[in-house]
């Protein structure tokens, strides 16, 4: 069997991160925005990858010491067996690297297995926001985590340490 492993999204995922964005969501980013990801010194993106292919990733806007979801997508065919929860793990765990101290993302009031696994990872409910998704009106609820774990700057791929 094939190891699937997490790594930080690079140039080379996005034609892959386009195919899954656009398979997954009603109101799929464009390819310039995700692009554009890439160079936002406030975005962090994780993928999966299985023998090289991407088959999935999760995002994160940094605001002062806030990670806050974009998105989280796994290529359809590959769902159901745990690989979300481990790129959200890297993701969670790439966020208190960065220095953050909480997470939020918003989820569809409808997507109850995505609130399970948010859930099983730590996240409460916050609150919910009317409306939220263009595509049909639906409302969001708003999730949030707490205590993150234990942060290794050294392990942040975009920390700049200064020489003393």
Known sequence: MCEFETGIMTAADVDAVCAIEEATFARPWSRASIE??????????VVLRRSGETVGYAG???????AHVTN???????????????LMR?????????GMIWMTLEVRRSNAAAQGLY?????????WRKRYYEDNGEDALLMGLEHLPEGHPENDPFAVFEEE
């Open 60 to 66: 994160m806007w940094l605001v002062i010491d806030e």
């Open 36 to 45: 554009n990801e890439l160079t936002n010194s406030c975005a962090r993106y």
């Open 119 to 127: 859930r099983k990872l730590g996240f409460v409910d916050v609150g």
């Open 72 to 86: 989280v997508a796994i290529r359809k065919d590959l769902r159901g067996q745990g690989l979300g929860e481990k």
């Open 90 to 98: 890297a993701l969670i765990q790439l966020a208190a690297d960065s």
